[in-house]
């Protein structure tokens, strides 16, 4: 609990403002001093790098701050045929370059997300994919999966003779950490993977991004196994910690649930004042029949009796006696003797399942152990064993995927920090270890509701063969030759795809006696990064009668109906899970979203009738508030447009909307 004690003195406002500056921008405050040229750029005012002050920097990180600040003009595209239980999911499956992503997922999830684990790809001197274009990143993305062929070369080369060995990884970092900080909640966490080589680097732009004092701990992985070569053998990597605000951080949970023993008294002290509390009589008193304490007792935890006799008989006390100590948690005993005992929890919300008094009669609780603090060395298992584990599921000899996380550390993670209904972020999600944590953490505990969002690149696996390290290229072919026996594309993507849909199956085989498991929730929806499906006016200044034409259909050729959908769905912060019904009204499709939440008819030709039919649908559905969404060139004529807007007003809908 915070105390604060009143003094005569008026309150600081510089320090007041320097302590929401850090709330709102924990990057801007160093030392106690706010870098008012750091907080333009963050406001979207332009700083020339050369004037950069902050004591770590590097060349392009004023343009990677700008990347991050500029607007997507992408979007996702649902893709079903791909998907897995697309109508009752709660999971995401995103395909794309995660930087581009996170911009289109700031609406709809900014603060919603619990947890976020990413494992980012080492900066080892060898080629890595994921290097932004700093004018056009959507682009980038489709050369880098082969969609576009731009001079034949999709990987951007990081060796340390380059000269921007740590620069290109930092420019890839910063903007990213910057996006998915926006959407942790107040009390949510980060997980970060990392070895040696970024370690420093990594902790001073966590510092940056998140704020010094968000520092929760760097964990150490121990591997046990080491294949390296050289003055020591590293058997370790680590995993950096770091919240949104660390005031909203409690004590992990516990993983046993095992009982504990706690003392309840301490010496009278200030903090511990003396305190006087009757016990009735049936007590627990661990002592010899006929023992009695007289007076008082208890040493330096002093104990007093104020009324009644402390005497044990059949190791209970045999009458009511009121006693005067240093208690500590009075108001949770004055609960269990004389309140409901079966929903009594501590402070930290450990379930208190009984208090007695000892063989010498100090007061002890028992507690279900809810939380702990573990510690910052842990043994997840090794990595040789998380690839077996990986091909064992796949059903190969090998493993298909390069260095996949154990599914214990986030297993471990999700248990210490998430509960019912919580969102787990992985931008970089690779073989999809995540996704699989999280069915498994659902399948075996009370909680069933965790969801997750993965999003993955869809690296070209050909590609990466061509440029691949002399121990990646195995992995990589046992990879290919897995996607061809199945008919599947040659990309990352499809590995964790494929990997979801395993351990789903594999996760309702193991539980398949416990309650409920058949509604366990082990699917997930595909969308994938494409440029917008609103047609952009492009003329064509020699040919704009034909241009005016083909200007006639607002939406991208090829695109569908339920593209656009999704697209509104994002432009407007609504959860790419929530419900898509389709309604037929006036003979026009309307699709609502979320029950109502959002209405939106595509066809054209629309009268004031149809306008009725979804006021009347809305009423039925009987949404919180409601917006409706049509094409600007849908309506039957500019007199429909504004009879419909009126009708539609005066039935009490938020927003009327064209696109």
Known sequence: MKETTLTGKTPDIAEENIKKLMTMFPEVVTEGKVDFEKLKQLLGEYVDDSNER???????????????????????????????????????????????????????????????????????????????????????????????????????????????YHTDWLNM???????????????????????????????????EVFGQTNEVATLIWDKNHSAQAGIYKVYHEYVLVYCKNIDCISHPKSLNNDLFEAGAMKKISGRHPATRFTFPAGTRFEAPDGTELIGEYGGAEKVRIIKGRMIAKDRKLLEDVTLEAGFTQVNQMQEYFYGDRSTLVDSQGQKIVEFYFSSTGKIKVIKERGVETPPTICKFGTQAAASNELAALFELDENPFSSPKPLNMLIDFIQRFTSNGDIILDFFSGSATTAHAVMEVNANCEEKN????????????????????????????????????????????????????????????????????????????????????????????????QSLLDYIDNFVEGRTEFDVVYEIMLKYGLDLTYPVDEFTIEQKKVYSIGFGMLMICLD????????????????????????????????????????????????GIEEFITI
């Open 173 to 207: 970092m910063y903007p990213r950490l910057r996006l998915a900080r926006n959407l942790l909640t107040e009390d949510g966490v980060i997980f970060i993977s990392i070895n040696d080589k970024e370690i420093a680097n990594l902790k001073k732009i966590c510092a």
């Open 54 to 164: 902050y004591n770590f920097t590097w060349n392009g990180k004023g343009r990677a701050l700008r990347l991050s600040q500029t607007p997507s003009l992408g979007t996702l595209r649902p893709c079903k045929e791909e998907s897995k239980d697309w109508d009752s999911t709660q999971n995401l499956y995103i395909e794309g370059d995660n930087l581009e992503v996170l911009k289109l997922l700031q609406k709809s999830y900014y603060g919603k997300v619990k947890m976020i684990y990413i494992d980012p790809p080492y900066n080892t001197g060898n080629d890595f994919v994921y290097k932004d274009d700093f004018h056009d990143s959507l682009e980038n993305y489709k050369r880098i999966t082969g969609q576009v062929d731009s001079n034949g070369n999709a990987i951007s080369t990081n060796t340390e003779t380059s000269g921007r």
């Open 604 to 651: 054209n030709e629309i009268t004031t009738e149809v306008a009725s039919g979804i006021l009347a649908k809305v009423k039925e559905l009987s949404p919180e508030s409601s917006r409706v969404v049509f094409k600007d060139n849908g309506f039957k004529s500019d007199s429909n447009k504004t009879n419909i807007k009126e009708i539609l007003k005066s039935g």
């Open 450 to 545: 965790r969801k997750f969002i993965l999003v993955q690149l869809p690296e070209n696996l050909d590609e990466s063969l061509k440029k691949a390290q002399k121990d990646a290229v195995r992995t990589l072919q046992v990879a290919i030759e897995y996607l061809d026996k199945n008919n599947l594309p040659h990309t990352a993507s499809e590995i964790g795809k494929e990997r979801i849909r395993r351990a789903g199956k594999k996760i309702k085989e193991e539980y398949k006696d416990k309650e409920n498991i058949e509604n366990l929730d082990v699917g997930f929806k595909v969308f994938k990064l494409d440029t917008s499906n609103i047609r952009k006016w492009q003329p064509d200044y020699d040919n704009l009668e």
